[in-house]
Each structure stands twice: as structure tokens, then as C-alpha cells.
């Protein structure tokens, strides 16, 4: 049986004996606003106030954070449900052929262009393609392929890897709308981190979005991220490790 297939009988199970998403803390009942691709100020009461909620509580509210839940037919996997899904996301270091595969079902997210004057859709190009790869094999960075039942889903970078201050600069892209808002990139920024840490030998890891970008920034502060500053244009983060 399929992860999603399992969320699913759970999901059912839930709902059919009154459950919803949500959590229950000292008499008030928090509920995502299911309006809104993304509800920041339900998300931060969920990681601030209730990450383990107790069974009482959870009888008493008949809510549950395990469920997961549809918004604007984009799907949000709770916290509970990851460290299921690190058995189906892996991350392997990209070759040519999988750099390939990758971009030929690419789409351009225009969430990354400060300038949307200089946004155009991708048209796939073999040349091109190969170009990118053999430019990025270099000794400080390192290209992962995020893969997923076989197949590269997206990409993420380790780069500007400084061996004498023991850190490095993190960057992720997901192939297109189809496996966004599910939950990957947020197991493969964790997957990444750990190779970050145990094999490259870091002390922190950085990362940066463009302002508009808050689900890349909602992923980061996710993941443990700690937000710096803003600046040109960008907000920046750092991992310490």
C-alpha cells in the first residue's frame, strides 16, 4: 500500500468519527482557514502552541493534526505525517541523464522572478541542459536530484561549500506544480541538512527567496530556518548546526 493511500484510510477514519484539522488548547478550537492556500497565522499557533497535542485535549476537541487537508486543490501534509514520508523522498547526486529527465517536464515558477518582465515559459533543450549540468561540477558544490518513486522530481544544490568556516549556501527547485504543496521539499531540505552536517562536516547552512516567495519561506522557517534580515530584495536565513 501506497503512503498516500494509507493517509487516505486515515484521513477517512478520522472524519467519519467527527474529527477535523485542527487542534484544541485551553478551551479554544484553532481551524485553518481552508480559503487560503496557505494560513500563516493557523500554522504558527499549530508549531507555536500544539505540536503534540494531548489525547484529552484531542477527545475533548475532536480535532486531530494528522488529517491532511485541501486548499485551492493544493494538498498540506501535517508535521505528523513526514518522517513517514522520508521513506518515499530520497536524495541522489545528480548525473547527466537525470538532469535530463528533470528538465524535460520543467516548469518555470514565476514565485522566483523579482522581475516578471524577464519571466518566459521553459522550452526543454538538450544542449542547454548539458550546459547547466557540466557547469555545476565543481568541487564546492554539490547537485542533488530529489526522487520520488524512481524518478527526479526536483533539484537541490549545497553550494558555495567554504570548508574553512564550515559552511554552505542551500537552493531548491521543484519540477513543477504537481509536486509542490505536498510536502517533499520540505523532506529534502531535512535530507539535505543531515548530509550538510554528517558528511560535508558544516556548522550552518544558508539560504535565501526572493520577498514574494513565501512558500519557499514558509518551507525554510518550517524545516528550522532561522530568519536574518531582508535586503535587496530578498530574505535571508541561516541553520546552525
Not at 489525547?55 to 486531530?64: L, S
Not at 517536464?105 to 533543450?125: C, H, L, Q, S, T
Not at 541538512?193 to 547552512?205: E, I, R, S
Amino acid at each position: 500500500m501506497k503512503i498516500s493511500e494509507i493517509c487516505d484510510l486515515l484521513k477517512k477514519e478520522l472524519l467519519n468519527n467527527g474529527y477535523e484539522y485542527g487542534f484544541y488548547l485551553d478551551g479554544k478550537k484553532y481551524k485553518p482557514d481552508m480559503s487560503k492556500e496557505f494560513d500563516e497565522e493557523f500554522d504558527r499557533a499549530l508549531h507555536e502552541s500544539s505540536r503534540i497535542q494531548a489525547p484529552e485535549d484531542t477527545e475533548r476537541g475532536k480535532f486531530h493534526t494528522i488529517l491532511t487537508f485541501e486548499a485551492e486543490n493544493k494538498v498540506d501534509i501535517s508535521d505528523i505525517c513526514l518522517e513517514v514520508f522520508m521513506e518515499e523522498i530520497s536524495l541522489r547526486i545528480m548525473t547527466r541523464q537525470l538532469c535530463r529527465e528533470l528538465y524535460s517536464g520543467w516548469e518555470n515558477d514565476p514565485a522566483i522572478y523579482m522581475d516578471m518582465d524577464k519571466f518566459v515559459p521553459y522550452r526543454y533543450d538538450v544542449a542547454a541542459v548539458d550546459r547547466y549540468f557540466d557547469a555545476r561540477q565543481e568541487p564546492s558544490r554539490v547537485l542533488f536530484a530529489i526522487m520520488r518513486d524512481g524518478r527526479p522530481i526536483g533539484e537541490l544544490q549545497l553550494k558555495g561549500i567554504d570548508r574553512e568556516h564550515r559552511e554552505c549556501t542551500l537552493s531548491i527547485h521543484m519540477q513543477n506544480d504537481a509536486v509542490k504543496g505536498r510536502g517533499y521539499g520540505t523532506i529534502a531540505e531535512k535530507l539535505a541538512l543531515k548530509y550538510a552536517f554528517d558528511t560535508l562536516g558544516m556548522t550552518a547552512v544558508n539560504a535565501d527567496t526572493v520577498l514574494k516567495n513565501t512558500r519557499s519561506q514558509h518551507v525554510l522557517e518550517k524545516v528550522g530556518f532561522k530568519y536574518l534580515e531582508e535586503k535587496d530584495g530578498f530574505k535571508y536565513y541561516r541553520f546552525t548546526h
